[in-house]
């Protein structure tokens, strides 16, 4: 059984940095795509950014140069840095992982069978 564990969010003024983990249990980050998905209240879960196996990497285009996806298999754990947050950014944020070996990176959320619970992430301005 997959078990995913968000970390690392919390309030930052605009122009500040956080960065996010996501502990997987269950899963292979060397062998599954992961991906960071986020929902503003009001809106639909957007995808953010995502990592294939080989660590091939996929931006949306609204945080292309801020944000940074990396992973360490040997840890199991997927990391977000997001750097120069902008309100914009405000949302919870989930880890997703996908069910598949060897599957691309890709920022459709039904490409992804598991979900953790979130880490809420806020900008002021």
């Known amino acids: 059984q997959v078990q995913l564990v968000e970390s690392g969010g919390g309030s930052v003024q605009a122009g500040g940095s956080l960065r996010l983990s996501c502990a997987a249990s269950?899963?292979?980050?060397?062998?599954?795509?992961m991906g960071w998905f986020r929902q503003a209240p009001g809106k639909e879960r957007e995808g953010v950014a995502a990592?294939?196996?080989?660590?091939?990497?996929k931006y949306a285009d609204s945080v292309k140069g801020r944000f940074t996806l990396s992973k360490d298999n040997a840890k199991n754990t997927l990391y977000l840095q997001m750097n120069s947050l902008t309100p914009d950014d405000t949302a919870m944020y989930y880890c997703?992982?996908?069910?598949?070996?060897?599957?691309?990176?890709?920022?459709?959320?039904?490409?992804?069978?598991?979900w953790g619970q979130g880490t809420q992430v806020t900008v002021s301005s």
């Open positions: 269950g899963a292979i980050l060397s062998k599954q795509c």
């Open positions: 997703a992982a996908d069910a598949r070996w060897y599957g691309r990176a890709r920022l459709t959320s039904s490409d992804f069978a598991y």
């Open positions: 990592i294939d196996s080989d660590g091939t990497t």
